[in-house]
Each structure stands twice: as C-alpha cells, then as structure tokens.
C-alpha cells in the first residue's frame, strides 16, 4: 500500500470512529427523557402542609412519599381543600381544608371510577337502617358495638358535635368537630357530610393508596370473612387461593400492573379483584363487582339478580381466561344445583314455618326475643350462606362441614323441634309443619327401609341431576 | 521571522534536537511488518492508553468504599452524561487488551522471536500479561456487584493455598482476615496505582529492548526478492498504527453502544449466588482448580506461571538436554489444554 | 496489500495528492478526537444528565378560555399558564435580555417586562423593545394533557 493510500484510509477510519460517536451522541440523547423513577412532587399549596406534617405525622407524608399520587404531584392539598363554606371546611395555616377525604374529592380526577362505584352496592352499604342485622346490632347488642363493628364496615353516617343550639362545635382554630361515634371510618357505604357515599380509602387505604394493596384478598378480607360470609376463608380453601399464595411468593402476580388484565399480565393465580372487578381481554375492569354475580346468596332465600344473565356472561368471560366452556359449565351447574337444595329444601320451607308461626300469633312480633328466632338467624344467615357461598366460589369445606351439615342440623334437630312446641295450640302452623316434613327431602325421618333410600337417591338424582337444566 | 524567533527561543529553553528523536524513532522496520497481523505488539500498547484515558475518567467519580461503591458505578451508568460510555469503552478494552497481548505472545512464541539475545523482552512481556490479567481482576472486583464480590472472596482465599507465602499473601491483597472494606481499598489501589506503574516500567524495558534489538527479521518467500528489505517506521509504519488504533476505538466505541457494560445485584456479603464464575480469562483456571483440587491446582499454576515467564531459558534447556527443539509441540500443547479447560469451564454450568 | 515495494519512497511528484491525502487524513483525526474530547469533557462537567419529570399543574376547569395564573417548579421557576385560543400555553416569566420578570397586562393582552419595555405577544413572541432586537421569545414550557388535568415537563 504506498504512503498516499494509507493516509487516505486512515482518514476514512477518522471519519468512521465519527461515525461511531455520532452514534455515541444519538444514545446519549435517547437517554435524556422523562425520568422513569420520578420523584415526588410537591405543589405549592402542599409543601407548606408537608414540611409541617414531616414532623407531625411523618408515617402519612412516608407513606405518600411512596405512592403514586407522590409522582403526579398530588399531594396534601390536592386532596384535601375545601371550600369555606362547606360544613367540614376550616381554615389551617391559611388554607380552607377539610379532613375528610369523599368520592366527589377522589372524582375530580377518578370521575368515571367514583360514577361507577357509586352505583354499587358497595357505596349503599350504610344504608342498613331498619334491616334485620341493625335491630340485632342498636338494639339487642347495643350501638358501641354498631360503631366499633358493623359500621366499621357498613360505614358511618359522619356527624358532627353539636352544642345546644344545635351548632356545629368547634375548636379554637375553627375545625368542626366530629363525633366520634362516627369518625373514625372507613366503612365502604359511609354517608358523608357532602352528600357522596362511601369512602375510596377503604380498599386503597391511605396514604399509599396502593392499587397492589386493594388487589390482595386481604383488602376484601377486613370485611369479607367471619361466620355469616366467609367469603375470604372461603377463596383461602379453595384452589384459587391456594394457586395464589404460591404465585405470590414467587413474585408471579404482577399486582402493580395497569392495567392488570388476566391471561396477559398475570396467569398463576385469581384474586378476589380478578374475577370480581378486574380487567379481562374482553371487558374492563370494574369498580361495582356486583357487574358480575348472578345470584344473591345473603337473603333467607337466594334469587337470581336483575339481568343475571349478562352478569353470568360476564363472569363467565374472567373463567375463561383459565378455563375451558365445559369446565364453566360444570362448576355452575354444581354451584346452581347447591344453591336450588338449600333453597328448596331448607331456607324456603323454613321460612314458610316461620311466616306460619308469626301470623298464627305463635311468636311475637318482636324479632330476636325467642329461641327459634335465633335458630332461624343461624340458618339462614351464617350457616346458609357459608354452604352457598362455599359452593360458589368451590371451597369444599365450607360448602359441607360448615355448610350443608350445620344447616341440617340446625334444621332438624333444633328448628323442627321449636317449631312445633311453638306452634302447640296452633293448628294452622302445625299443618305448615306437617307439609314441610311430608316432603320427598324430608321423608327419611320417618326412618329408612333399603327401597326407601334408593328412592331417595333416584329422587336426588332426578331433581339436581345433570338433565336438569 | 516571528516563527524563527519562537523556535529559537524555544531551541534554547528545551535544548533537544527533533531530528536525533525522529531519528532515533525511525528505525527501519523489517518488511514483514507490512502485514498487520504482526503489528499485534502495538496494539495492547494503544488499548493501554485508552484504559489509563477512560481510567482516569471512571476515577472522577468512582467511590472505592464497599457502601458507595456499587452505588457510584451505577451512578456513571446510568446518570453521568456519557458515563455509560466510558464504562463500556474501559470495560471492552480490558477483554480487548488480553486477547491482544496474548495474540502477541502467540505470535512471538511460535516465530521463535523470544531467542537470545531476546530473552528479556519476553520475560517483561511475559509479566505483562500476567498483570494485564491482575488488571481485569482488581477493575473488575473492583464493581462491587455479586459476582465480582464473590469472585474476589475465592481468589484470596485461592492464594492461601500457596505454601509458606499463601497466608501473608491472602492477608496482604484482603488487608484483613475477611474480603471487605480494606480489601477493596486494595484492589483500587492496586488498579489504579501499582499496577499502571509496573506496567508502564516494565513496557518501557519491554519497548526499549525492542528498539535496541531491533524487531526479528522475518523472509517471506514474496519479499525476499525485493529491492528494498525496509521501510521506515516514521511515517509509514506509524500510519498503520494509527489506522489500527482507529480500527479498535471504533469497535470499542460500537461495542460499548451494542453490548453496554451492565450492573449486577449489589454485593452481599452474606449470600453467596449459587452460580459464581470468574471472567472469562481465568475460565481455565477456575476449571484446573475444579479438576485438581485446591493444592495440586495453586502448585501447578505457579509452575506453569513461572515456566511461561521464563520459557527462553527453559527453552534452551530443553534443546540441550533432548537435542530437539520441542518449541513448538510444547506450545501446541500448552494452548490446547488452555482452551480445552476454558471451554469446558464455559459450557459447564 | 504487501505487493508494493516502492512505497517506502514517495516521489516528491505526487505532492499535491499528498497535500490533499494529509488534509483528508488530518481533518478526520482531528474532527473524530474533538468529538471525543467533547464527550469527555461532559463527562467530566459536574451536572448529571438532564432528566424532566411531569407535574400537575391545575384542572382544566380551573382555567377557563383567557384566563392564566403563575406556577412554581419544584425547581422555583416560575411559569405563566395561560389558556388561550390556541389551547394551554405555559411561558417562562423570566425575560431573555436581562433575566427580569415579565408579567400579563390585560389591557394591551401582552407579557410586559418592566426593566427595558420590552413586550411579548400571548404566545411568547417578541414584539418589542431589546427581546425583539434580539428575536428572542420567552421560553416555552410543554404543556401535557391528561384527561381533565394539565401535567407540565419540567427539569428534575
């Protein structure tokens, strides 16, 4: 190669290399954008209330600190101002506030989730007024523990201390004062000062407002568990809580993602969020999980919803991210088939002896005074539910042992029994007796020959049989 | 005339005469040299510069402190403008710069280059390459993330092995009876202060003996009927090593684009991955420790070390004992096994 | 590439191409290595990479068509949000000749900074005084819409 050519290629190289940092450059710049860990920002109006609160309270500004309202910049104020005027309003450092945080607050900017949520049954679950379970808890408990339980998740009617005037009290600062027989809560139905019920933070609990948090069976568990509704012991025994708990462990839920549809961002395991409220490839996601229940379990006897078969589609549209047509099929079949038994042969015919009894003038008016009202309340209200609900969502024990069992015996060893010392002089209700137990489900008391059992497992078979339906 | 003025008053400030450096630089290099493949001693030299350039670079803002350690390298990958270039230059010129000194010694060894009078260019070369190799270890320890931390927890513990010196020795590079803080001091020290030092003393000897023997003269069949049997080395030869130069800073700087020095786990002294492997070119090693256990393993590579840096002599020996020069069926040999131990190292899991 | 054995001597002939050859040769060398003296010198510069970050900055409701109100970065730089016909305009209120504040004067409907009268239009450009000799436009913020909020890029 003479002199000359080389120089010529050691220029072409230069110009190469420039190449390659020109490159250089363009990566360079590519990595010069939007800051993918933002930090928290904060606002004007709220670094006054932050700097202060720091100090005050510092596990709520850690807590926001975390969240992701931190990095969109909604922080205290955003939240929390207030008009003056508006009956919880009160002016700190300045500023007009109000404590409580409402769905209308969240709605200014979660204006199509806080509509739908409102619409639920979850946002009237103050409205307990007058049902069976509020005599049971103002007046045969006693209302501290209406506070402290039921409304604890129900939710509260906020109120506020009033003097004799009927004024509103308030401290030296001007802040209204709440009565503490109503604050603090965070029942999901809670009926506030402003009109809008409920409260956001009782699934995306302050001040992380973590959408990770509200998607964990736990959230729904505050109130979703115990001996009338099990429903969280209920999903822990069966398969989908099982599955769950191991794909949690190996980090394979996936709960911070948005959206969070299943069969595409996670496939180990539901929560209770998959299948009630959360985004599939088909629909998305809900803040009114009664979009997708079919049947009521919580009355004395279970009905179908208003257009339940829409809501049945769209339950049936989450099975599927998982399961096969026949496989829906057959758990619906096992879960209407349950529901139907206890229907037709425990909840309806006791509820027919108990209407016998109270017109027959048998029992008082007066709920909860005598023995077989108690009996009847655990019929239907813990034992019923959990063998419908246990069927439901497939949790075996709690359809049977704690379902189905408890229920026949509290059905024929202690309703039947005070049923018909009630009814003694009554002969109208002893008639609706006699007709309960003349039925084909109830025959074998009489006592069982060979023939008569296989006729009552050929009548079994024929009633909740496969061509049923 | 302005020109003449400043010359001269700078003739006379620095009283050295430019035509006796030229001179004395111009050496005629041998027409073999045309080839590239036998400029192999220059590069390592130029991939040298640019380590102690993206070095000193990468020192600007690396914290030898096991709690800030691992954070800083983070911080110049992800956070100072340009950082993660610098990283990948000064990380793929490491891998860059043992291949080449090793293709160097290659070459050198099967052309017979290191023969009297030569003997001590290759033992400086020779050591070179051993500490080319310690440079790798302490940069890349030196990261703090799981693998390098762990990787340099079995290496001091490897040396205790050696007899007699193995526990002064294991003290002295860990500065303590743990791999810590003080070991990480070290190894910073090591990598940016005694060894760049010893380096570059022993790459002046290493260079000045190649100057003062003159490079091995090589006859290729095509050359050996030309006129003319030299070129010189200023400009003609220089150019090619430019062009080399260029060649390998462009490569360097694509890689660096294309295969970004990444970042582990953080170190944690109190988990051990399940998988430790050291970086690639002490594959065999690793692999010979697995094979001949722990004091076999120590006994052999210091042998082997020492035989390799001081193979002229050996070499001699050799001959005179079988009367046969066993040169090159030795290094064959040599390389094989390397390999053979480096692969499977590298398959195995 | 080895076949040439008159390289060694160049022909003082061929000077010209020579002239030319090193020319190329040199302003490859140099133009690469500034090039990469300049990333270094970045490198070494004390301000780490440029990264800018979203802030909610107001509903939209709260700015109806011709109003505008000031806004604080989290950095203390302040910025006129204006909604005007052409949508939501943020601008720097720091004027380009001498760093003064500008403010909105109603009356006329332009950005007024009192040190040198030197006016903007809505949109930030220069109308007069020194910021039009200078052609210099107050600098303009990205504003961002998400739904019913206003998000703006700011430096982190």
Same mark, same amino acid.
């Given at each position: 190669?003479?002199?000359?050519?080389?120089?010529?290629?050691?220029?072409?190289?230069?110009?190469?290399?420039?190449?390659?940092?020109?490159?250089?450059?363009?990566?360079?710049?590519?990595?010069?954008?939007?800051?993918?860990?933002?930090?928290?920002?904060?606002?004007?109006?709220?670094?006054?209330?932050?700097?202060?609160?720091?100090?005050?309270?510092?596990?709520?500004?850690?807590?926001?600190?975390?969240?992701?309202?931190?990095?969109?910049?909604?922080?205290?104020?955003?939240?929390?101002?207030?008009?003056?005027?508006?009956?919880?309003?009160?002016?700190?450092?300045?500023?007009?506030?109000?404590?409580?945080?409402?769905?209308?607050?969240?709605?200014?900017?979660?204006?199509?989730?806080?509509?739908?949520?409102?619409?639920?049954?979850?946002?009237?679950?103050?409205?307990?007024?007058?049902?069976?379970?509020?005599?049971?808890?103002?007046?045969?408990?006693?209302?501290?523990?209406?506070?402290?339980?039921?409304?604890?998740?129900?939710?509260?009617?906020?109120?506020?201390?009033?003097?004799?005037?009927?004024?509103?009290?308030?401290?030296?600062?001007?802040?209204?004062?709440?009565?503490?027989?109503?604050?603090?809560?965070?029942?999901?139905?809670?009926?506030?000062?402003?009109?809008?019920?409920?409260?956001?933070?009782?699934?995306?609990?302050?001040?992380?407002?973590?959408?990770?948090?509200?998607?964990?069976?736990?959230?729904?568990?505050?109130?979703?568990?115990?001996?009338?509704?099990?429903?969280?012991?209920?999903?822990?025994?069966?398969?989908?809580?099982?599955?769950?708990?191991?794909?949690?462990?190996?980090?394979?839920?996936?709960?911070?993602?948005?959206?969070?549809?299943?069969?595409?961002?996670?496939?180990?395991?539901?929560?209770?969020?998959?299948?009630?409220?959360?985004?599939?490839?088909?629909?998305?996601?809900?803040?009114?999980?009664?979009?997708?229940?079919?049947?009521?379990?919580?009355?004395?006897?279970?009905?179908?919803?208003?257009?339940?078969?829409?809501?049945?589609?769209?339950?049936?549209?989450?099975?599927?991210?998982?399961?096969?047509?026949?496989?829906?099929?057959?758990?619906?079949?096992?879960?209407?088939?349950?529901?139907?038994?206890?229907?037709?042969?425990?909840?309806?015919?006791?509820?027919?002896?108990?209407?016998?009894?109270?017109?027959?003038?048998?029992?008082?008016?007066?709920?909860?005074?005598?023995?077989?009202?108690?009996?009847?309340?655990?019929?239907?209200?813990?034992?019923?539910?959990?063998?419908?609900?246990?069927?439901?969502?497939?949790?075996?024990?709690?359809?049977?042992?704690?379902?189905?069992?408890?229920?026949?015996?509290?059905?024929?060893?202690?309703?039947?029994?005070?049923?018909?010392?009630?009814?003694?002089?009554?002969?109208?209700?002893?008639?609706?007796?006699?007709?309960?137990?003349?039925?084909?489900?109830?025959?074998?008391?009489?006592?069982?020959?060979?023939?008569?059992?296989?006729?009552?497992?050929?009548?079994?078979?024929?009633?909740?049989?496969?061509?049923?339906? | 005339?302005?020109?003449?003025?400043?010359?001269?008053?700078?003739?006379?400030?620095?009283?050295?005469?430019?035509?006796?450096?030229?001179?004395?630089?111009?050496?005629?290099?041998?027409?073999?040299?045309?080839?590239?493949?036998?400029?192999?001693?220059?590069?390592?030299?130029?991939?040298?510069?640019?380590?102690?350039?993206?070095?000193?670079?990468?020192?600007?803002?690396?914290?030898?402190?096991?709690?800030?350690?691992?954070?800083?390298?983070?911080?110049?990958?992800?956070?100072?403008?340009?950082?993660?270039?610098?990283?990948?230059?000064?990380?793929?010129?490491?891998?860059?710069?043992?291949?080449?000194?090793?293709?160097?010694?290659?070459?050198?060894?099967?052309?017979?280059?290191?023969?009297?009078?030569?003997?001590?260019?290759?033992?400086?070369?020779?050591?070179?390459?051993?500490?080319?190799?310690?440079?790798?270890?302490?940069?890349?320890?030196?990261?703090?993330?799981?693998?390098?931390?762990?990787?340099?927890?079995?290496?001091?513990?490897?040396?205790?092995?050696?007899?007699?010196?193995?526990?002064?020795?294991?003290?002295?590079?860990?500065?303590?009876?743990?791999?810590?803080?003080?070991?990480?001091?070290?190894?910073?020290?090591?990598?940016?202060?005694?060894?760049?030092?010893?380096?570059?003393?022993?790459?002046?000897?290493?260079?000045?003996?190649?100057?003062?023997?003159?490079?091995?003269?090589?006859?290729?069949?095509?050359?050996?009927?030309?006129?003319?049997?030299?070129?010189?080395?200023?400009?003609?030869?220089?150019?090619?090593?430019?062009?080399?130069?260029?060649?390998?800073?462009?490569?360097?700087?694509?890689?660096?684009?294309?295969?970004? &020095? +990444? !970042? *582990?786990? /953080?170190?944690?002294? @109190?988990?051990?991955?399940?998988?430790?492997?050291?970086? #690639?070119? $002490? =594959?065999?090693?690793?692999?010979?420790?697995?094979? &001949? +256990? !722990? *004091?076999? /393993?120590?006994?052999? @590579?210091?042998?082997?070390?020492?035989?390799?840096?001081? #193979?002229? $002599? =050996?070499?001699?020996?050799?001959?005179?004992?079988?009367?046969?020069?066993?040169?090159?069926?030795?290094?064959?040999?040599?390389?094989?096994?390397?390999?053979?131990?480096?692969?499977?190292?590298?398959?195995?899991? | 590439?080895?076949?040439?054995?008159?390289?060694?001597?160049?022909?003082?002939?061929?000077?010209?191409?020579?002239?030319?050859?090193?020319?190329?040769?040199?302003?490859?060398?140099?133009?690469?290595?500034?090039?990469?003296?300049?990333?270094?010198?970045?490198?070494?510069?004390?301000?780490?990479?440029?990264?800018?970050?979203?802030?909610?900055?107001?509903?939209?409701?709260?700015?109806?068509?011709?109003?505008?109100?000031?806004?604080?970065?989290?950095?203390?730089?302040?910025?006129?949000?204006?909604?005007?016909?052409?949508?939501?305009?943020?601008?720097?209120?720091?004027?380009?000749?001498?760093?003064?504040?500008?403010?909105?004067?109603?009356?006329?409907?332009?950005?007024?900074?009192?040190?040198?009268?030197?006016?903007?239009?809505?949109?930030?450009?220069?109308?007069?005084?020194?910021?039009?000799?200078?052609?210099?436009?107050?600098?303009?913020?990205?504003?961002?819409?998400?739904?019913?909020?206003?998000?703006?890029?700011?430096?982190?």
């Amino acid at each position: 190669m003479t002199l000359e050519a080389k120089r010529v290629v050691v220029g072409l190289l230069s110009f190469a290399f420039l190449a390659s940092l020109i490159v250089v450059a363009w990566v360079e710049g590519l990595k010069t954008r939007v800051n993918p860990e933002p930090e928290p920002v904060l606002t004007d109006d709220s670094r006054a209330c932050y700097s202060c609160h720091e100090d005050k309270t510092p596990a709520v500004t850690a807590q926001w600190n975390d969240s992701v309202h931190a990095r969109k910049g909604v922080g205290c104020y955003e939240c929390h101002q207030a008009k003056k005027g508006e009956i919880d309003a009160w002016q700190h450092e300045g500023k007009w506030i109000s404590a409580l945080v409402t769905p209308d607050d969240c709605g200014k900017c979660h204006a199509d989730i806080t509509a739908e949520f409102q619409g639920s049954h979850h946002a009237k679950g103050g409205q307990i007024l007058g049902s069976l379970d509020n005599v049971l808890g103002e007046i045969v408990e006693g209302t501290p523990a209406v506070n402290a339980g039921c409304k604890q998740c129900h939710g509260s009617t906020i109120a506020f201390q009033k003097d004799a005037s009927g004024e509103i009290k308030r401290d030296k600062a001007g802040k209204p004062l709440l009565d503490p027989n109503t604050w603090p809560n965070s029942g999901i139905g809670r009926i506030n000062p402003d009109g809008s019920l409920g409260t956001c933070s009782a699934c995306h609990s302050r001040h992380s407002f973590s959408v990770e948090m509200a998607r964990r069976p736990d959230s729904c568990g505050k109130c979703h568990m115990g001996p009338d509704h099990p429903q969280k012991e209920i999903y822990e025994e069966s398969k989908h809580g099982i599955a769950f708990v191991t794909a949690d462990q190996q980090g394979k839920m996936n709960l911070t993602a948005r959206p969070w549809v299943v069969g595409v961002d996670y496939n180990a395991a539901p929560t209770c969020a998959t299948c009630h409220m959360s985004a599939t490839r088909n629909q998305p996601a809900t803040h009114d999980p009664g979009k997708r229940i079919s049947w009521t379990l919580r009355p004395v006897i279970s009905k179908k919803q208003e257009n339940w078969e829409e809501k049945r589609a769209a339950m049936r549209d989450v099975c599927s991210a998982c399961h096969t047509q026949d496989w829906v099929d057959g758990h619906y079949h096992q879960y209407d088939s349950a529901v139907n038994l206890y229907n037709d042969k425990f909840g309806g015919p006791a509820q027919r002896i108990m209407t016998a009894l109270k017109e027959a003038g048998a029992l008082t008016a007066t709920p909860f005074d005598e023995e077989i009202e108690w009996t009847f309340f655990y019929l239907w209200h813990h034992e019923g539910r959990r063998a419908r609900m246990g069927a439901s969502m497939m949790a075996p024990d709690y359809t049977q042992w704690h379902g189905f069992f408890e229920v026949a015996e509290r059905f024929y060893i202690e309703l039947i029994p005070q049923a018909r010392e009630a009814a003694h002089g009554h002969p109208e209700a002893e008639k609706v007796i006699d007709e309960v137990m003349a039925m084909d489900e109830h025959k074998w008391k009489n006592g069982l020959d060979p023939e008569q059992a296989k006729k009552v497992r050929e009548f079994y078979e024929k009633r909740y049989g496969v061509d049923d339906e | 005339m302005s020109t003449r003025g400043l010359m001269g008053f700078l003739r006379s400030r620095f009283p050295v005469d430019p035509e006796k450096i030229t001179s004395s630089l111009n050496e005629p290099v041998p027409n073999h040299m045309k080839r590239w493949w036998w400029c192999l001693g220059g590069t390592p030299a130029y991939l040298f510069c640019v380590q102690a350039i993206t070095g000193i670079l990468l020192t600007f803002y690396y914290v030898p402190e096991p709690s800030a350690a691992y954070e800083s390298v983070a911080h110049i990958t992800f956070e100072v403008p340009f950082g993660w270039w610098v990283r990948g230059i000064h990380k793929w010129a490491a891998n860059f710069m043992i291949v080449a000194v090793v293709l160097h010694a290659l070459r050198v060894y099967f052309t017979g280059a290191y023969r009297k009078p030569r003997e001590f260019t290759w033992v400086t070369g020779a050591i070179i390459l051993l500490i080319t190799m310690v440079f790798g270890f302490t940069g890349y320890s030196l990261v703090y993330e799981q693998l390098s931390y762990w990787g340099a927890t079995v290496a001091a513990e490897l040396t205790t092995a050696a007899p007699l010196i193995g526990e002064p020795l294991a003290q002295i590079i860990r500065g303590g009876d743990e791999v810590g803080a003080g070991t990480l001091t070290r190894f910073f020290v090591f990598h940016i202060g005694v060894l760049p030092t010893a380096l570059v003393l022993l790459l002046v000897v290493h260079l000045g003996l190649v100057r003062a023997h003159g490079v091995t003269e090589l006859k290729f069949k095509v050359d050996a009927k030309k006129k003319v049997q030299h070129f010189s080395f200023f400009p003609d030869h220089l150019l090619t090593e430019i062009g080399i130069g260029l060649v390998l800073i462009t490569v360097l700087s694509c890689f660096a684009v294309i295969f970004p &020095a +990444g !970042l *582990g786990e /953080a170190a944690d002294p @109190l988990t051990t991955p399940e998988h430790i492997k050291p970086e #690639w070119y $002490f =594959f065999f090693t690793f692999r010979w420790l697995k094979l &001949a +256990g !722990l *004091g076999t /393993a120590v006994l052999s @590579l210091g042998f082997a070390g020492f035989v390799f840096v001081f #193979w002229p $002599f =050996f070499d001699r020996l050799i001959e005179r004992l079988t009367r046969r020069n066993l040169a090159v069926p030795i290094g064959v040999l040599a390389v094989l096994a390397v390999l053979a131990l480096t692969i499977w190292e590298a398959l195995a899991h | 590439m080895s076949d040439e054995n008159e390289a060694t001597t160049e022909p003082a002939a061929t000077g010209r191409r020579s002239f030319l050859g090193t020319g190329f040769m040199l302003t490859g060398i140099i133009a690469s290595h500034t090039a990469a003296l300049t990333f270094a010198a970045r490198y070494i510069y004390p301000e780490s990479r440029k990264t800018t970050q979203r802030v909610f900055v107001a509903f939209k409701e709260a700015i109806p068509q011709g109003a505008s109100f000031a806004y604080r970065t989290p950095r203390g730089e302040t910025i006129n949000i204006a909604h005007t016909s052409a949508g939501y305009v943020a601008l720097s209120d720091v004027c380009p000749h001498l760093k003064c504040r500008v403010h909105w004067d109603r009356v006329v409907g332009q950005f007024i900074c009192p040190c040198h009268d030197g006016r903007f239009a809505a949109d930030g450009s220069p109308i007069s005084g020194p910021p039009k000799e200078m052609n210099a436009p107050l600098r303009r913020f990205e504003i961002v819409e998400d739904g019913n909020q206003l998000y703006l890029e700011v430096s982190a």
